[in-house]
Each structure stands twice: as structure tokens, then as C-alpha cells.
């Protein structure tokens, strides 16, 4: 649609839904399209980023890197539930996991040893994803707004090259606190007669994003104690003052609205002393 010309907005679905017409029984295409008329001439109605196929090919790197560690996990649990069979109770550290499953073959009666020793055998799933890390180090290399982003505290070359194969250079969030929302890192909203009532986080968006983002506070929070920089101070006082895990999240939060700063503004991130 793009290229003959037309300006193109998507729209998630559950944006959609609440003008369908209630009293048009059933879910049809004529339905659908008459929802989506209404929907996008509303002045506040929110669009989804429009990928390119660059970001679109640079973002099947990330998904399928997340499919083997998936895979991975998976498979360490199996062996973890089927040894718990046969009174072998591990802890879930994943190396541990596979010394103690080599060690306890031989105690492993008739096809048990065969199963074990097969799933113990994941090497391939790790070799797999030393390759997507080697491609994610790449695309990091290849792209100047990725080395921008990985100025920021907490944000290494996975997170920053998949922050900007989902939304490129950002423009299409008005701020960087919409862009936290989008991400589903800022509480829900419960407010009425005045009352403000804020409550957890939406957890809206896409979950993969946001977990890097929050994986990469806690290494934040973590190393914090030993700085003397003024985002390390300010999150030992947050912890502090709210506890550890809600700090965490505020990192990140502030963390995904830098982001949107560096990506909109195209300037590199300066510390603040």
C-alpha cells in the first residue's frame, strides 16, 4: 500500500473492537471494516510502529535466537521433571542440571538411561545460539543508533539492536513515557471522582522488549552500590525508599524513555555526573 502511495497506520485489534457496533450481531469483515472507519478518526487513537523489511529480517534474528534459548530451557526441564521420577531431584541452575544428569546415567534403569542421555546431548541448541549472538554483535557493529543506545546504563548489544529493529528511530510515540507504555512498563490507572489510583504494570506491548529491558535494570541496580554517578545514587535511593524489585522496574522504565530520546533526537547519551 505503501508504495503506490498511500499513507499506511496499523492499529491493534483491541483498539478496534470497542467501536464495532453492538448491535450488529456476529464478528464479519463488513463489521470489522466499519470498526476500523470509526476507529481511525478518532483524535486520541494510538498506531502500532510500521516496520520496515530491514527491521522486519533484523528482528527474525532476535526471534529466532529466543526460540533456541526456549528450546534450550525446555529441554533442561524435561530432563529435571523426568529424573524427579526416579527420586533424582535437581536444582535448576542449567549446569548443574547437565553435570548431574551425565553422573547419575548409569544409576538410570533400561530406555530411562537412552532418554536422559539423548536429552543431555543439547550441545547443537548451544552452538545455535552462539551464532545468533555472533549475528546480534554484528547488526550492534553495522548500526550507528544501536552504538547509541548501548551508552545507556543497563542496555547491552541484544537489547539495543532489538529495541531499534521493533521501532527504528522512534518517531512514532509523541514522548518517552508514551513509548514506556507502549512497552507496558508504567502502572495501570484506576482513577475516578479525582481519586488517582495507580496499581502494577500493564505488561502491554511486547514481552520480550520489555524483559531485556528489565533484566538489564537489575544488572543496573546491582552495580549501583559500588558507583557514585547520579542514576546509580538515585536508584539505591529508590530501592530504598520502594524496595527492590519496584526500583527495577523504574529503571527501566527510565531506561526505555532515554532510549526514546537518543533514537528521536539521534544524539549520543551524555551521563550526568
Not at 18 to 44: I, Q
Not at 106 to 121: H, K, M
Not at 166 to 171: D, H, I, K, L, Q
Request: positive net charge.
Amino acid at each position: 500500500f505503501a508504495a503506490h502511495g498511500h499513507s499506511v497506520k496499523l492499529m491493534a485489534p483491541k483498539l478496534v473492537t470497542p467501536y464495532r457496533m453492538s448491535g450488529k450481531r456476529g464478528n464479519n469483515d463488513a463489521a470489522d471494516a466499519a470498526a476500523v472507519c470509526e476507529a481511525v478518526t478518532r483524535s486520541n487513537m494510538r498506531f502500532v510502529p510500521i516496520k520496515t523489511e530491514e527491521q522486519q529480517s533484523r528482528l527474525m534474528v532476535h526471534r529466532a535466537r529466543q526460540g533456541y534459548v526456549g528450546a534450550r530451557t525446555a529441554c533442561i526441564n524435561r530432563i529435571r521433571g523426568l529424573l524427579a521420577e526416579f527420586g533424582v531431584v535437581l536444582p535448576q541452575k542449567a549446569e548443574v542440571v547437565r553435570r548431574e544428569a551425565v553422573k547419575r546415567l548409569e544409576e538410570l534403569p533400561g530406555y530411562a538411561n537412552l532418554v536422559i542421555g539423548d536429552l543431555s546431548e543439547v550441545h547443537h541448541l548451544d552452538q545455535r545460539i552462539k551464532q545468533y549472538d555472533a549475528h546480534v554483535r554484528a547488526m550492534a557493529r553495522e548500526c550507528t543508533a544501536a552504538q547509541r543506545l548501548m551508552q545507556l546504563m543497563g542496555v547491552g548489544e541484544t537489547t539495543a539492536t532489538a529495541i531499534v529493529a521493533m521501532v527504528g528511530n522512534g518517531t512514532e510515540f509523541t514522548s518517552g513515557r508514551q513509548f514506556a507504555a507502549w512497552l507496558g512498563l508504567v502502572p495501570s490507572q484506576y482513577s475516578s471522582g479525582g481519586k488517582t489510583r495507580l496499581g502494577r504494570i500493564t505488561k502491554a506491548g511486547d514481552g520480550y522488549l520489555r524483559s531485556l529491558l528489565v533484566l538489564g535494570a537489575r544488572a543496573v541496580l546491582n552495580a549501583a552500590a559500588s558507583k557514585t554517578d547520579s542514576l546509580s545514587r538515585w536508584a539505591m535511593a529508590l530501592r530504598e525508599r520502594r524496595g527492590y524489585w519496584k526500583a527495577v522496574v523504574a529503571i527501566a522504565a527510565k531506561n526505555a524513555r532515554m532510549a526514546w530520546a537518543v533514537l528521536t533526537k539521534g544524539e549520543s547519551f551524555k551521563l550526568p555526573g
